[in-house]
């Protein structure tokens, strides 16, 4: 080997490890480009759970000293797994879907699409959401694994849960907004990417539905359901361009558990995507 071709070999060595060591994920996460953003509600006694599903129990066990002056506290719960932001895996419709346990971890790290509807819902707890209203959505190739979560401006109210549920006294009915069965054939159809759906109401069905065909449509397909999703944030975020983590706790024949969601965005949002 000529020193010429030494020195080469040498230079492509130190620039394949800089290149490398500036591309690993963490340098990306940690660059300071990108910021992560919780979309999670609490579980405290005020979590809205479906009705009559288990609520949000704490029991606070221990808090204290011991004897040799060091601090130990612990403390038990209880929950259902369809209340607060949680997933329903696809058993929670279809029999032959998977549980919580079955869920790939691939599928639960995935390129984020937020769909803000609020303002054509409006406040409107009757609102349904059909495909006429997204012909823009069409834009959206989703060409990756992907989640898309609906924005109907609903978790402003997750603190009132009457309001958030659409409850009216004496009758067993609920009223808030959500997704047609039309957005859901024409998603499955569609977008075949798409792993996830998720809302900011209770239900990817609208409140008043006793059918639940969208959890039906979307279940078939293998597809899971991310609801009350807190968008009720001191900020926006970017309706395209994060990644969102789906970390439900690994309940192994669970219909559905809590989930922490996390999205990762970048500071500086991306003018088109894939248009
Ligand atoms: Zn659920």
Redesign the pocket.
């Known amino acids: 080997m000529s020193p010429k071709s030494l020195s080469f070999v040498c230079v492509s060595t130190i620039i394949l490890v800089v290149s490398e060591s500036q591309n690993t994920l963490n340098d990306v996460l940690f660059s300071g480009n990108y910021e992560f953003i919780d979309l999670t509600h609490p579980y405290d006694n005020s979590t809205i759970y ?1 009705p009559g599903t288990q609520k949000f129990v704490f029991t606070k066990k221990i808090a204290g000293y011991r004897r040799d002056g060091t601090w130990y506290a612990a403390n038990d719960f209880a929950s259902g ?2 209340g607060g932001t ?3 895996a696809p058993y ?1 419709f279809t029999k032959s879907g998977q549980s919580v346990g079955d869920l790939p971890v691939e599928t639960l790290i995935a390129s984020l699409i937020v769909v803000d509807v609020s303002s054509m819902v409006n406040d409107d707890e009757n609102f349904v959401l059909y495909k006429y209203h997204l012909k823009y959505l069409l834009n959206y190739n989703c060409d990756k694994t992907c989640l898309i979560i609906f924005k109907f401006g609903w978790s402003k109210y997750f603190n009132d849960r009457n309001k958030y549920l659409g409850i009216e006294e004496n009758t067993d009915t609920l009223k808030f907004p959500g997704l047609s069965n039309e957005i859901a054939e024409w998603i499955t159809t569609s977008y075949k990417t798409v792993v996830g759906i998720g809302v900011d109401v209770a ?1 990817v069905d609208p409140g008043s539905s006793d059918e639940f065909r969208v959890h039906k449509t979307l279940s078939q397909k293998g597809i899971y ?1 991310i ?1 009350n999703v807190n968008l009720n944030l001191n900020r926006t975020i970017p309706e395209f361009g994060c990644t969102a983590l789906v970390m439900p706790m690994l309940i192994s024949q669970g219909t ?1 558990a809590p989930v922490r969601l996390i999205a990762i965005c970048p500071k500086v949002v991306p003018a088109l995507y894939n248009v």
């Open positions: 479906w797994e369809h949680h997933i329903d929670h239900s359901n609801e559905g």
